[in-house]
């Protein structure tokens, strides 16, 4: 069964600090991972997925995210954290494009 | 703009009555589509999964009486919360399918049961 481990349920940065949010995944194949975020009362944004290819992946918003097969890992990293970056981030693995598993989700305050 | 459109963003009802949540696929057949459930504070659980023509395959603990899902045609599917009560309260999102590299999300429906 897949499962996605993110150990950090809350994190507080200052903005202009830079971030990364761990996550780690349990999966038999080679995983699709993504990280979505999730603002106050709104839906799911994807930020960035992984699919095959560069380890290293580009998303939205200046995100990036590196995809460790090793480690079982795919942290979420951006070098200088704003305000508006204030939401819940999930982590999550599918087997291809189907069904997903989210992790617990990770909180992220950002203070001035 | 926007590949899945769920509909309502929010509804507010009747503890007894039944709500309907449509999730539509606006570019692209989806083949399969998945709701997902999420408790305030919690992260999204899958529901269950429906293919288009069948019968939706619910996961473990989930009430196929309770959560219809009809998935008629390859652009919609719909998740019907029958005899709402206010335990059924919750934020409900659908995810479209329609092969490598086209997974997408709806922008959810806030449910709250009075």
């Known amino acids: 069964a897949q499962s996605v481990t993110q150990p950090d349920i809350h994190i507080t940065v200052s903005e202009g600090a830079s971030l990364e949010l761990r996550c780690n995944y349990s999966?038999?194949?080679?995983?699709?991972l993504f990280w979505y975020v999730q603002s106050p009362g709104q839906g799911l944004q994807l930020l960035l997925k992984y699919f095959s290819g560069d380890t290293l992946v580009q998303g939205i918003k200046g995100f990036e995210a590196e995809f460790k097969r090793s480690q079982s890992s795919f942290n979420l990293r951006k070098p200088s954290v704003h305000w508006s970056d204030a939401a819940e981030y999930f982590c999550a693995v599918s087997g291809g494009y189907q069904k997903v598993t989210f992790g617990i989700g990770t909180k992220l305050q950002v203070i001035p | 703009g926007a590949v899945v459109s769920q509909h309502p963003s929010w509804v507010i009802c009747k503890s007894g009555t039944s709500v309907k949540i449509e999730c539509r696929s606006l570019d692209f057949q989806a083949t399969t589509m998945f709701w997902y459930r999420q408790f305030p504070k919690q992260s999204l659980m899958l529901m269950a999964t429906?293919?288009?023509?069948?019968?939706?395959?619910?996961e473990q603990g989930v009430e196929k009486d309770k959560f219809l899902i009809n998935h008629a045609s390859l652009t919609l599917s719909t998740l019907t919360v029958t005899s709402a009560h206010p335990e059924d309260s919750s934020f409900y999102i659908c995810s479209a399918t329609g092969g490598v590299e086209k997974l997408f999300f709806g922008s959810g429906t806030q449910l709250s049961v009075l």
């Open positions: 429906s293919n288009e023509g069948s019968k939706a395959t619910y």
């Open positions: 999966y038999g194949a080679t995983p699709y």
